[in-house]
């Protein structure tokens, strides 16, 4: 049996790219072409549970990824798949749409321990495994000032729950458990048992 040498990355998330890197994982990106509609991936089904639909978008980007090594024709190797989702109960809060959304959301969270659950997806045509590690956070209360400040940061644009927890909003972190890296938006832990089962050396 060859031994895969390097991954397909299905993501743009420039933090998935840098803890493949810290893994020492040789990738390349298998990103969605112009004409797909990437977000209506991540559309929450109405009273969805979080862990659900972590598992249901990232089974679509996996789905959506397969296909678009067929039509580009490329050498086969193993893709990687991941989404990230941030929980409030049962609520999910995605990425923002506006910095209305973004504000509304962290006034959410302010004072609230949350959860986030982030789905890892590996496969081949004829293998496929996925994942889902969940961690918690609890953010110390925010006032309305340090709200919109950072919503003008720009930070929490394109961020699951409005943040990103290796900015600035790791100083209102108050207490956390389970992966750093997952809540980044790819636990290293489970990545790397993945990748092991592949026959991909980290």
Excluded at 15 to 44: I, K, S
Excluded at 143 to 164: D, L
Aim: aromatic content about 6%.
């Amino acid at each position: 049996m060859v031994r895969p040498t390097f991954i397909y990355l299905a993501s743009q998330s420039p933090r998935r790219q840098q803890l493949l890197q810290q893994m020492g994982v040789a990738y390349q990106l298998l990103l969605p072409a112009p004409d797909e509609d990437a977000e209506a991936l991540e559309e929450a089904l109405p009273n969805e549970p979080p862990a659900r639909y972590v598992r249901r978008v990232t089974q679509n980007k996996l789905a959506a990824a397969l296909l678009r090594l067929q039509r580009q024709r490329k050498p086969l190797a193993p893709i990687l798949c991941a989404d990230t989702t941030v929980a409030l109960g049962r609520q999910i809060l995605g990425k923002p749409h506006d910095a209305a959304e973004a504000r509304a959301m962290l006034r959410a969270l302010s004072g609230q321990e949350h959860r986030v659950l982030t789905a890892v997806a590996l496969a081949t045509p004829r293998q496929q495994r996925l994942v889902v590690q969940t961690s918690w956070v609890r953010f110390a209360p925010w006032s309305a000032a340090q709200i919109q400040q950072y919503v003008r940061s720009g930070e929490p644009m394109g961020k699951a729950g409005a943040y990103a927890i290796q900015g600035w909003a790791s100083t209102q972190v108050a207490a956390m458990r389970g992966s750093y890296s997952g809540i980044m938006g790819l636990p290293l832990h489970e990545t790397a048992q993945l990748l092991r089962e592949f026959g991909i050396p980290v």
